[in-house]
C-alpha cells in the first residue's frame, strides 16, 4: 500500500512549499534584461541595410548569453538588436556579426521550416507579459520566414501570420529588418506598454544558439525567461478584418471500371477564410465552404490492436490557433469530418438483394469557426464550433433501384474553454466539448479542470485535473452514461536531479472520443520517474541526461492488477555534436490484458519481458547525415521476440535540395494476439509480422517564395500465421484446430507539392497525389515482387490547382483613401 501514501507524503511537502512560497515577488529570483522601444517618425525600408538616421536613434540590446553548446557563456560573435514602432507596427532591425562572414550558412527551407541548415535570427513577444505566452517570429540567412504561437510551453508551429522581413549579407555578417503589423498580434489596451521579448541567433557552423536574455536549460519553462521592452506607448490594435478567398479545381482519376461510370471525376470550388478582430484580445476566424482536398496523405497502418490508430491533424484551419483548445487533451478534431458514425455497420441495413453502392468514408464539414483571445488580467477564452452534414450509403436493388442510408447525421461540435493564467508560470483551465446529433442519435458532453502550481523559484510544480464525460442516449436502459477521471501529478522540475509521481484513474464508463481521443479507459496508473541531468560539458558529452522509472497499473472496475514495468534511459550529445541514447524497460512478472480479447472481462496473461534499444543522430550541418535506430523485446514463455531498426540517411545536395530517405523495419516472432471469434470460443493467433515503411522526402527550394516538396511512403505489412489457441476462462492458452487467414497489406501514397507565395499571405498549389492500397490474402516474399504487385493494383490519382489571395481591410482602406 505503500505506493498509495506516497504521492500524499510528497503532495503535503509540496502544497507546504507552496504555502510559504513570497506571493508578493513573483520575480524575486528572476534576472531580466530591459530594452527600450523608439516611436519613429521613418518607417524603415525593409532591404536589410540598417539605415543609421532611422534605426541608431535608439539603444541596441546586446550581450548575448549561449544557450547551447555551453549555456550561461557569452556569445562568441556580437550581435546588436534595435526595437523600433510607430503607429501601424513594430520594427526590429538586427547586426549579426560575424568574424568569417564567407561561412555563414544559408540553406534555403519551406516557410515554417524552424531550424535548418542556416543562420538565424528571431524575436519573441511577449505582449501581455504574463511569461507564458508570445508570438515568435524567426528569420533565416537565406530569408526564409517562421513564426511560432507559444503558449505555456507548447509551440504552435502551424500558426501563420503575415509579416515583412529582408535580410542582406555585408563583410561584417549579416543583417535582417522585420515588420510586425499590429494586425498580427494581440497586446491590451493600455496608453503605456510593457512587453515581454527576447531575441534569438543561431550560428549554424559552430551550433551556437544564443539568447539576448539568459535562457537557463536547467529552469523549466522559457517564455519566463525572457527581458522585458519599455517605452512603447499611444499605440492601438487595428481593425483586424481579413479575408482569404480561395478557389480550386480538381480532377481524379481510379479504374472503378464500373459500366456506365466515368474513371476521371472533376470538381470546381470556391470559399473564404475570414478573420476579425472583435477587439484588441480576441480574434474570430470562420472558414465558409472548406477545401482540403490537398492535405498531406495519412500515414496509414494495417491496425491488428483492440485500440483505435490516432492520426495527425494536417487541415490547417484545426491546426492554427487551437492551442487552447488542446490545452486539456480533450480535444481531436480529426472527429470533425472524419468517418461517419455508422459507416462500418452500412451494411446491416441493407435488405433483401440489396447491394452497397456507395459508402462514403469521410463525413461532410458545412463550415467551421472559431473565437479565441486572452484578456490584459491574462484570462484565455475559447469557442469553436463545427457543422457537418447528413451522411447517406447508396443501396441498390437487383432491379437498378437505390435508396439513402443514414450513415452519419446533421451534427454540430462544440468546444469552450476558460484558462486563467496565474503567478510564477501557473494556470487553472476549464474545458467543455459537446456534440449534438439530429435524428435521434446520441448527444455526448465532457467538462473538466486542469491545473497547474509552481512555486516562486519554478523549482516544484503540482498538476491535477479531473473530467466528467456524459453520454446521452447512447447505451440501452441508461438515459445518461456517467464517468470521469482525474489525475495529479507531482514534480520538481529544475535543476539537475528531477522527480516526478504521477497518479491518474479513468472509470470503466469514462468515454471522450466522441470529440476527443482516449485510447483505452478502466485504468488506474501510478508512476515514479526521477532524472539525473548534466546541462554543462563534462568529460566528452556536451549534455548527458539520465532517467528511471516505474509504473503500476490497475483497473478501475474491478480493482484488478494488470502490470508493473521498470524502466530507464540515457541520452548524450558528444562534442562533436553526434547525439546517442539508450532505453531499456522491464516486466519481471505477469501483464494481465483485458482488451485484447475484445470480450470484457476476459483476460489475457502476458508473460514477463524485457527491451532495450538505442540509436545514434549525426552532425546534421554534415552534407551526409544520418539517424539510426536498434531494439529488441523478448518474452519466454510463447519463445517470443522482436528485432527492429531504422536508418534514416538524410543528404543536403546543396542549399536549394535536401533529400531524406527513411527505411523503419521490423520482424516480430511469435506474436500473440486475437485472430477472430468462433462459437463459444475466443481465438487467438501465434503470428509472425514483418513490417517495413520506406519514405522519401525531398524538396527543391527555388527562392523563399517558391518551392517544390515530396512525400513518397511505402508501408508493407506482412501476418504468417503459425498455430492457433483457445483462450481459457483464467487467460491461459490451449492449442486449438483453426484457420485464419495470411495479411499481406501495401500501401503507397506519393504527395507532390508546388507552392509559390507570390504576395503575403497569398500562395498558388499544385498538388499531385497517388494512393495505392492493395490487400490480399497471399503473402508475397521478395520485397521487388511485392512493389512489383503493388504497382499493378488500381491506383486514385488526383492533380489540383488552389489559389488563395490574402486582402487586409486596412490595406484597402489606405489604398482608397489616398
Same mark, same amino acid.
Given at each position: 500500500?505503500?505506493?498509495?501514501?506516497? $504521492?500524499?507524503?510528497?503532495?503535503?511537502?509540496?502544497?507546504?512549499?507552496?504555502?510559504?512560497?513570497?506571493?508578493?515577488? $513573483?520575480?524575486?529570483?528572476?534576472?531580466?534584461?530591459?530594452?527600450?522601444?523608439?516611436?519613429?517618425?521613418?518607417?524603415?525600408?525593409?532591404?536589410?541595410?540598417?539605415?543609421?538616421?532611422?534605426?541608431?536613434?535608439?539603444?541596441?540590446?546586446?550581450?548575448?548569453?549561449?544557450?547551447? $553548446?555551453?549555456?550561461?557563456?557569452?556569445?562568441?560573435?556580437?550581435?546588436?538588436?534595435?526595437?523600433?514602432?510607430?503607429?501601424?507596427?513594430?520594427?526590429?532591425?538586427?547586426?549579426?556579426?560575424?568574424?568569417?562572414?564567407?561561412?555563414?550558412?544559408?540553406?534555403?527551407?519551406?516557410?515554417?521550416?524552424?531550424?535548418?541548415?542556416?543562420?538565424?535570427?528571431?524575436?519573441?513577444?511577449?505582449?501581455?507579459?504574463?511569461?507564458?505566452?508570445?508570438?515568435?517570429?524567426?528569420?533565416?540567412?537565406?530569408?526564409?520566414?517562421?513564426?511560432?504561437?507559444?503558449?505555456?510551453?507548447?509551440?504552435?508551429?502551424?500558426?501563420?501570420?503575415?509579416?515583412?522581413?529582408?535580410?542582406?549579407?555585408?563583410?561584417?555578417?549579416?543583417?535582417?529588418?522585420?515588420?510586425?503589423?499590429?494586425?498580427?498580434?494581440?497586446?491590451?489596451?493600455?496608453?503605456?506598454?510593457?512587453?515581454?521579448?527576447?531575441?534569438?541567433?543561431?550560428?549554424?557552423?559552430?551550433?551556437?544558439?544564443?539568447?539576448?536574455?539568459?535562457?537557463?536549460?536547467?529552469?523549466?519553462?522559457?517564455?519566463?525567461?525572457?527581458?522585458?521592452?519599455?517605452?512603447?506607448?499611444?499605440?492601438?490594435?487595428?481593425?483586424?478584418?481579413?479575408?482569404?478567398?480561395?478557389?480550386?479545381?480538381?480532377?481524379?482519376?481510379?479504374?472503378?471500371?464500373?459500366?456506365?461510370?466515368?474513371?476521371?471525376?472533376?470538381?470546381?470550388?470556391?470559399?473564404?477564410?475570414?478573420?476579425?478582430?472583435?477587439?484588441?484580445?480576441?480574434?474570430?476566424?470562420?472558414?465558409?465552404?472548406?477545401?482540403?482536398?490537398?492535405?498531406?496523405?495519412?500515414?496509414?497502418?494495417?491496425?491488428?490492436?483492440?485500440?483505435?490508430?490516432?492520426?495527425?491533424?494536417?487541415?490547417? &484551419?484545426?491546426?492554427?490557433?487551437?492551442?487552447?483548445?488542446?490545452?486539456?487533451?480533450?480535444?481531436?478534431?480529426?472527429?470533425?469530418?472524419?468517418?461517419?458514425?455508422?459507416?462500418?455497420?452500412?451494411?446491416?441495413?441493407?435488405?433483401?438483394?440489396?447491394?452497397?453502392?456507395?459508402? $462514403?468514408?469521410?463525413?461532410?464539414?458545412?463550415?467551421?469557426?472559431?473565437?479565441?483571445?486572452?484578456?490584459?488580467?491574462?484570462?484565455?477564452?475559447?469557442?469553436?464550433?463545427?457543422?457537418?452534414?447528413?451522411?447517406?450509403?447508396?443501396?441498390?436493388?437487383?432491379?437498378?433501384?437505390?435508396?439513402?442510408?443514414?450513415?452519419?447525421? *446533421?451534427? @454540430?461540435?462544440?468546444?469552450?474553454?476558460?484558462?486563467?493564467?496565474?503567478?510564477?508560470?501557473?494556470?487553472?483551465?476549464?474545458?467543455?466539448?459537446?456534440?449534438?446529433?439530429?435524428?435521434?442519435?446520441?448527444?455526448?458532453?465532457?467538462?473538466?479542470?486542469?491545473?497547474?502550481?509552481?512555486?516562486?523559484?519554478?523549482?516544484?510544480?503540482?498538476?491535477?485535473?479531473?473530467?466528467?464525460?456524459?453520454?446521452?442516449?447512447?447505451?440501452?436502459?441508461?438515459?445518461?452514461?456517467?464517468?470521469?477521471?482525474?489525475?495529479?501529478?507531482?514534480?520538481?522540475?529544475?535543476?539537475?536531479?528531477?522527480?516526478?509521481?504521477?497518479?491518474?484513474?479513468?472509470?470503466?464508463?469514462?468515454?471522450?472520443?466522441?470529440?476527443?481521443?482516449?485510447?483505452?479507459?478502466?485504468?488506474?496508473?501510478?508512476?515514479?520517474?526521477? @532524472?539525473?541531468?548534466?546541462?554543462?560539458? !563534462?568529460?566528452?558529452?556536451?549534455?548527458?541526461?539520465?532517467?528511471? @522509472?516505474?509504473?503500476?497499473?490497475?483497473?478501475?472496475?474491478?480493482?484488478?492488477?494488470?502490470?508493473? /514495468?521498470?524502466?530507464?534511459?540515457?541520452?548524450?550529445?558528444?562534442?562533436?555534436?553526434?547525439?546517442?541514447?539508450?532505453?531499456?524497460?522491464?516486466?519481471?512478472?505477469?501483464?494481465?490484458?483485458?482488451?485484447?480479447?475484445?470480450?470484457?472481462?476476459?483476460?489475457?496473461?502476458?508473460?514477463?519481458? &524485457?527491451?532495450?534499444?538505442?540509436?545514434?543522430?549525426?552532425?546534421?550541418?554534415?552534407?551526409?547525415?544520418?539517424?539510426?535506430?536498434?531494439?529488441?523485446?523478448?518474452?519466454?514463455?510463447? @519463445?517470443?521476440? /522482436?528485432?527492429?531498426?531504422?536508418?534514416?540517411?538524410?543528404?543536403?545536395?546543396?542549399?536549394?535540395?535536401?533529400?531524406?530517405?527513411?527505411?523503419?523495419?521490423?520482424?516480430?516472432?511469435?506474436?500473440?494476439?486475437?485472430?477472430?471469434?468462433?462459437?463459444?470460443?475466443? !481465438?487467438?493467433?501465434?503470428?509472425?509480422?514483418?513490417?517495413?515503411?520506406?519514405?522519401?522526402?525531398?524538396?527543391?527550394?527555388?527562392?523563399?517564395?517558391?518551392?517544390?516538396?515530396?512525400?513518397?511512403?511505402?508501408?508493407?505489412?506482412?501476418?504468417?500465421?503459425?498455430?492457433?489457441?483457445?483462450?481459457?476462462?483464467?487467460?491461459?492458452?490451449?492449442?486449438?484446430?483453426?484457420?485464419?487467414?495470411?495479411? /499481406?497489406?501495401?500501401?503507397?501514397?506519393?504527395?507532390?507539392?508546388?507552392?509559390?507565395?507570390?504576395?503575403?499571405?497569398?500562395?498558388?498549389?499544385?498538388?499531385?497525389?497517388?494512393?495505392?492500397?492493395?490487400?490480399?490474402?497471399?503473402?508475397?516474399?521478395?520485397? *521487388?515482387?511485392?512493389?512489383?504487385?503493388?504497382?499493378?493494383?488500381?491506383?486514385?490519382?488526383? &492533380?489540383?490547382?488552389?489559389?488563395?489571395?490574402?486582402?487586409?481591410?486596412?490595406?484597402?482602406?489606405?489604398?482608397?483613401?489616398?
Amino acid at each position: 500500500m505503500y505506493y498509495k501514501l506516497l $504521492p500524499l507524503i510528497t503532495a503535503f511537502c509540496v502544497i507546504t512549499n507552496l504555502a510559504f512560497a513570497d506571493k508578493n515577488n $513573483p520575480e524575486a529570483t528572476t534576472k531580466f534584461k530591459t530594452t527600450t522601444a523608439q516611436r519613429t517618425i521613418q518607417a524603415p525600408v525593409l532591404d536589410g541595410v540598417l539605415e543609421p538616421e532611422v534605426w541608431l536613434t535608439v539603444m541596441p540590446a546586446t550581450n548575448f548569453i549561449q544557450f547551447d $553548446p555551453i549555456n550561461g557563456k557569452p556569445s562568441k560573435q556580437n550581435t546588436e538588436v534595435y526595437m523600433l514602432y510607430d503607429n501601424d507596427a513594430i520594427y526590429i532591425g538586427a547586426m549579426m556579426y560575424d568574424t568569417a562572414p564567407d561561412s555563414i550558412l544559408t540553406q534555403l527551407g519551406d516557410r515554417d521550416s524552424g531550424e535548418n541548415n542556416s543562420d538565424m535570427f528571431g524575436v519573441y513577444l511577449d505582449t501581455y507579459n504574463d511569461k507564458q505566452n508570445a508570438f515568435a517570429f524567426l528569420v533565416s540567412a537565406a530569408g526564409v520566414q517562421t513564426d511560432i504561437k507559444i503558449s505555456q510551453g507548447r509551440e504552435d508551429i502551424n500558426w501563420d501570420a503575415v509579416w515583412a522581413s529582408n535580410v542582406k549579407r555585408n563583410q561584417q555578417g549579416w543583417t535582417v529588418e522585420i515588420r510586425i503589423p499590429y494586425g498580427a498580434i494581440r497586446f491590451p489596451k493600455a496608453a503605456v506598454q510593457t512587453w515581454g521579448v527576447n531575441y534569438m541567433r543561431i550560428i549554424r557552423r559552430t551550433r551556437e544558439k544564443s539568447y539576448w536574455n539568459h535562457v537557463n536549460n536547467s529552469v523549466s519553462g522559457f517564455v519566463n525567461q525572457e527581458g522585458r521592452a519599455v517605452g512603447i506607448e499611444s499605440i492601438e490594435s487595428p481593425v483586424r478584418l481579413q479575408f482569404t478567398p480561395y478557389v480550386s479545381g480538381y480532377v481524379n482519376h481510379y479504374p472503378s471500371n464500373v459500366e456506365g461510370k466515368s474513371n476521371y471525376s472533376y470538381s470546381v470550388n470556391g470559399g473564404m477564410d475570414v478573420k476579425y478582430g472583435i477587439n484588441d484580445a480576441f480574434t474570430l476566424d470562420v472558414t465558409l465552404i472548406p477545401d482540403f482536398g490537398q492535405t498531406q496523405s495519412d500515414n496509414q497502418v494495417q491496425n491488428l490492436s483492440p485500440f483505435e490508430v490516432k492520426f495527425s491533424e494536417n487541415r490547417q &484551419f484545426f491546426t492554427e490557433g487551437t492551442e487552447l483548445f488542446n490545452k486539456a487533451g480533450l480535444f481531436y478534431s480529426r472527429r470533425i469530418g472524419g468517418t461517419p458514425l455508422l459507416h462500418g455497420k452500412a451494411k446491416t441495413f441493407l435488405s433483401d438483394g440489396e447491394t452497397l453502392e456507395e459508402n $462514403p468514408d469521410v463525413s461532410s464539414l458545412v463550415n467551421a469557426a472559431k473565437v479565441s483571445g486572452r484578456t490584459r488580467n491574462g484570462l484565455g477564452i475559447g469557442i469553436f464550433n463545427a457543422l457537418t452534414r447528413n451522411m447517406f450509403a447508396t443501396a441498390k436493388n437487383e432491379e437498378g433501384e437505390t435508396r439513402e442510408i443514414l450513415t452519419d447525421p *446533421f451534427t @454540430n461540435y462544440n468546444v469552450f474553454v476558460l484558462d486563467q493564467t496565474l503567478r510564477n508560470n501557473s494556470f487553472v483551465t476549464f474545458t467543455n466539448t459537446n456534440v449534438t446529433r439530429s435524428q435521434d442519435f446520441y448527444d455526448a458532453n465532457v467538462s473538466g479542470i486542469q491545473l497547474r502550481f509552481a512555486d516562486r523559484t519554478n523549482t516544484y510544480a503540482v498538476r491535477a485535473g479531473g473530467n466528467v464525460s456524459q453520454l446521452f442516449g447512447k447505451h440501452e436502459g441508461e438515459d445518461v452514461t456517467l464517468g470521469h477521471q482525474y489525475n495529479i501529478n507531482l514534480a520538481k522540475v529544475s535543476g539537475n536531479f528531477k522527480y516526478s509521481l504521477n497518479h491518474s484513474v479513468e472509470s470503466d464508463k469514462y468515454d471522450i472520443n466522441d470529440l476527443g481521443y482516449i485510447r483505452n479507459n478502466n485504468e488506474v496508473s501510478t508512476s515514479a520517474q526521477v @532524472n539525473y541531468n548534466f546541462y554543462q560539458p !563534462i568529460w566528452k558529452f556536451l549534455s548527458w541526461n539520465n532517467r528511471l @522509472n516505474v509504473n503500476h497499473s490497475m483497473l478501475y472496475a474491478p480493482r484488478e492488477f494488470v502490470s508493473t /514495468n521498470f524502466g530507464g534511459g540515457h541520452s548524450v550529445k558528444f562534442r562533436s555534436f553526434t547525439s546517442a541514447h539508450i532505453n531499456w524497460s522491464v516486466r519481471t512478472g505477469n501483464a494481465y490484458d483485458y482488451f485484447e480479447a475484445r470480450t470484457f472481462p476476459r483476460v489475457f496473461v502476458k508473460p514477463p519481458a &524485457f527491451e532495450a534499444s538505442s540509436g545514434i543522430s549525426t552532425d546534421y550541418r554534415k552534407r551526409l547525415a544520418f539517424d539510426a535506430s536498434l531494439g529488441h523485446w523478448e518474452s519466454d514463455r510463447y @519463445n517470443q521476440s /522482436n528485432w527492429w531498426g531504422s536508418f534514416n540517411p538524410r543528404f543536403r545536395v546543396n542549399d536549394k535540395l535536401l533529400l531524406v530517405n527513411g527505411n523503419n523495419y521490423s520482424i516480430e516472432k511469435h506474436n500473440i494476439g486475437f485472430a477472430k471469434k468462433e462459437g463459444g470460443n475466443i !481465438i487467438f493467433g501465434d503470428r509472425d509480422l514483418n513490417v517495413l515503411t520506406t519514405t522519401l522526402n525531398g524538396s527543391y527550394i527555388f527562392n523563399n517564395k517558391t518551392g517544390i516538396s515530396l512525400n513518397m511512403r511505402h508501408y508493407w505489412f506482412r501476418a504468417k500465421y503459425n498455430s492457433y489457441y483457445s483462450l481459457t476462462s483464467d487467460g491461459q492458452l490451449e492449442p486449438i484446430e483453426a484457420s485464419v487467414n495470411n495479411i /499481406n497489406t501495401n500501401i503507397f501514397n506519393v504527395d507532390l507539392v508546388y507552392t509559390w507565395r507570390f504576395a503575403p499571405g497569398s500562395e498558388l498549389r499544385v498538388v499531385w497525389k497517388n494512393a495505392i492500397q492493395d490487400k490480399s490474402n497471399t503473402l508475397t516474399p521478395l520485397y *521487388f515482387d511485392n512493389l512489383s504487385r503493388t504497382m499493378s493494383a488500381p491506383q486514385n490519382n488526383n &492533380f489540383s490547382v488552389k489559389l488563395l489571395y490574402f486582402i487586409d481591410y486596412i490595406a484597402i482602406k489606405n489604398v482608397l483613401s489616398a
